[in-house]
């Protein structure tokens, strides 16, 4: 890999991760690492304000992490960028999924 291609790379990567460090992001993206959802069920789930939800999706979208799908009223989020999700569900292995479900 030469140093141009790695320092894309890494502002990618550096760029993800900071994406990542709001709590209310990273819990948006913990519940959709185990499907799709609603704004309302995200708020709901997360006890969020539906503005600061919607908010935080639409950077998200922004940054092509979450896509979204309109069925009649609803918007319904989905994590869309293969790269995020494969981060995403090796976060919530380690620090979301139900302590049961873990192995130890």
Known sequence: ???KSLEHKADE???FVGLLSSP???RILCLLAEGEMSVGEIGEATKLRQAAVSQQLALLREHRIVA???EGTTVFYSISHPGAEKVI???YSVFCEPAKSRKT
Do not use: G, Q
């Open 89 to 91: 569900k090796t976060l």
């Open 68 to 70: 979204a799908r309109r």
């Open 1 to 3: 890999m030469n140093i």
């Open 13 to 15: 990567a550096a760029e």
């Open 24 to 26: 209310h992001r990273l």
